[in-house]
């Protein structure tokens, strides 16, 4: 099994890192900080009384909420409330069109800033971010920084030119974010960073149909690895390009033509590697962790094998540069995170992930549906919490020491993207669809916020 360094809890989502072999541990206590110290029954260990009792159910609204001021919360509800109705949800796209119409760029954008831009993203720059990076910091949150852009499989026509500035902006954004972390917040914090945002997404995807015909990923070169030798670039894609063909004639799979790579297509992906390596190295330098989000599933079989990679160069340290990312409400979740679990302990590197329910629901359904394939989404929302709960377990029998949470302290993240609103847009709308009326989580969210909202109104007035 695999040593635990350091595991993070947040109300969205769990973020851990292991490594080595040592012993299962299955006890979790914690203490509140109102009770006398005791000792635990079976392991003679006095527990420290530093941190509150938590609140597992996460209704404490007064502290949940109060880095938000009162405009704030009320913003929060309403939002909330314009999300439940499915009308509105259902029809953002042609809404946003009109609404852009009818009042034009600039009042539109006034209009998303003060509300869902306002709500769910920090703002547009880094300087617009950082002062609320000092009110959460103020309030004990560690924020991530995510320049949330990212593109999807639409087949817009750019010429390659264009194409490539927009990947060379991004990765510069992304460095920047990475810099902007560690000069307000200090050293070892985390961002958040979008594969598709540095590649063509449908050269990614093709990346992603011929990995997926290939059984042990593992065994294909090390990519950063060879990135790091200042390989020339022809050796570095002739290299991975015989390494796929061999593979995919070992494992007997065939590869349709339309996904079989062009030349241009591995030149893109190792200006990707190398794009990625860039960004590594500022997080190196910066002492900076990064987060490689999850997408979507015709994605994400090669973004979780770029991920790994960077973990197999990157993560060879006591602290580790790189975390992966697991969608809990895949089916496949599981296999996913026990697979990367056995490569990292084979090749003695720090596996780092973030659980995460997952943000393309509908999106993966309607595919499923539209294209008569099986969904690869969790039937129920039980499934999924199930699904979170047993890579949760998978995580905590992996762990080198008693893992007594109030000995550790709960480190609290709060995710805080930014960009330019238009880049945002795609993660707006997946907010709405997330906080639709259907939703448990949905309606929690209105009522903690109006509660929230009231309390701090009734006492304003005392």
Not at 177 to 202: E, F, M, W, Y
Request: proline content about 4%; overall charge positive; aromatic content about 12%.
């Amino acid at each position: 099994m695999l040593t635990i360094k350091h595991t993070y809890r947040s109300t969205s989502s769990t973020i851990c890192s292991f490594r080595t072999l040592k012993f299962i541990q299955n006890s979790i206590f914690y203490q509140s900080t109102d009770a006398a110290p005791i000792k635990h029954e079976n392991k003679k260990q006095e527990i420290r009384q530093e941190y509150p009792l938590l609140d597992t159910k996460f209704n404490q609204y007064q502290i949940a909420y109060r880095y938000r001021n009162t405009f704030e919360l009320l913003r929060g509800y309403l939002v909330y409330q314009l999300f439940s109705i499915n009308f509105l949800t259902n029809n953002q796209e042609k809404i946003t069109h009109w609404c852009r119409r009818i009042l034009g760029d600039r009042l539109f954008k006034v209009l998303l800033k003060i509300t869902a831009f306002g709500h769910f993203v920090g703002g547009e720059t880094p300087q617009e971010i950082k002062p609320i990076i000092k009110r959460l910091i103020d309030h004990n949150v560690s924020p991530i920084l995510d320049y949330s852009v990212e593109s999807d499989d639409h087949g817009q026509l750019y010429s390659s030119d264009q194409i490539d500035h927009m990947h060379d902006h991004n990765t510069n954004k992304f460095i920047e974010c990475i810099q902007t972390s560690h000069d307000v917040c200090g050293p070892n914090n985390l961002i958040a960073i979008k594969v598709t945002a540095l590649i063509r997404p449908n050269v990614l995807k093709k990346f992603n149909t011929i990995l997926k015909s290939i059984k042990d990923r593992s065994l294909l070169p090390p990519l950063f690895e060879l990135i790091n030798q200042e390989q020339k670039n022809d050796k570095i894609v002739a290299l991975l390009q015989e390494s796929i063909n061999a593979h995919i004639i070992k494992d007997q799979n065939d590869i349709l033509p339309s996904v079989a790579f062009m030349s241009n297509d591995l030149t893109e992906i190792h200006n990707l590697l190398i794009r990625l390596n860039k960004i590594a190295q500022a997080c190196v330098e910066n002492k900076i962790s990064i987060m490689v989000d999850a997408e979507q599933t015709y994605f994400q079989i090669a973004i979780n094998y770029l991920a790994t990679e960077l973990q197999r160069y990157y993560n060879k340290s006591n602290v580790p540069v790189i975390h992966g990312t697991y969608q809990c409400y895949l089916k496949d979740a599981l296999n996913s995170l026990t697979h990367d679990l056995v490569v990292a302990e084979k090749y003695n590197y720090i596996f780092a992930a973030k659980l995460v329910r997952g943000a393309y629901m509908e999106q993966e359904n309607r595919l499923a549906r539209e294209n008569a394939y099986e969904s690869p989404i969790n039937p129920t929302f039980e499934a999924t919490s199930q699904m979170y709960h047993t890579c949760f377990d998978k995580v905590l029998q992996n762990i080198v020491k008693p893992f007594t949470l109030a000995n550790s302290g709960y480190q609290t993240y709060k995710y805080l993207p930014y960009g330019p609103i238009e880049a945002l847009q795609p993660y707006l709308f997946r907010r709405a669809q997330e906080n639709r009326g259907i939703f448990e989580k949905a309606a929690k969210d209105r009522r903690l916020h109006f509660e929230a909202f009231k309390d701090r109104m009734f006492r304003s007035k005392n």
